[in-house]
């Protein structure tokens, strides 16, 4: 099946805080693209850009020839994908299945078998950049599964993100996302109490930042969510609930090969933290706030 503008239909399901400006980018594309939502009144903007609403996972797969998918948790996505009347079982033969939550490697690997016996393409491709990347077609996308289907759908991601990389068989994708939050989750910590030791030093943050984010010290965290911290905005970009949820997957990854990741843990020990003190809506910047 060719994959091409004008004659693809192209299913986008989660259209949350990363997933609408995703599904933009691909209507943009030339994409006739169907959607669905957990809270259909929260993608009434894309409904009245043109995009075509289902009423469940599964009829988007029956109509698409492509299918992506970026929702909250492992358990949601065994469920849309797996489930009774899920997309697994309505998608056409021949149809491409992505998914890019960050979810289970071991899932992953699930799904792909799963798809397979149904003559369809699974790749998991989970994202990093948050809502910036997202909005500015500046994702990072890591991709578990065959070259084939890579081959097929990258010229779809290259409307959603600029580094596209596949890095091996299916889970591999999610594997190297847990490679990414790992840096992130320790990294975050050093940027809050960084600036929580700037602040009680008297210092000007802005001032600090203009000193350090070009150094040695510099970060996407550190570019990007610092602004946030100083000015007091916690609006989220990627939520802490999801975070937690990630560094849980990650850490039971690391114990599955034997491995400690201590830095690790006490990160998802301070974000469980302010989680619990209200906070588990809010960005993962927000971290800051168990200081101040």
Known sequence: MAIQPGTTKVGFIGTGVMGSSMAKHLMGGGYEVHIYNRTKA?????LDAGMIWHDTPGEIAAACDVVFTIVGYPSDVEAIYLG???????????????DMTTSSPALAGRIHEAAAAKGQFALDAPVSGGDIGARNAALSIMVGGDQQAFAAIEPLFALMGNNIVLQGGPGAGQHTKMVNQIAIASGMVGVCEALIYAKNAGLDLNNVLLSIESGAAGSWSLSNLAPRMIAGNFEPGFYVKHFIKDMGIALDSAAEMGIDLPGLSLAKELYERIAEAGLAEKGTHALYMAWD
Request: glycine letters at 10%.
């Open 42 to 46: 929260k993608a009434q903007h894309l």
């Open 84 to 98: 009774e009347s899920g997309i697994v079982q309505s998608a056409k033969t021949g149809a491409y299945l992505i």
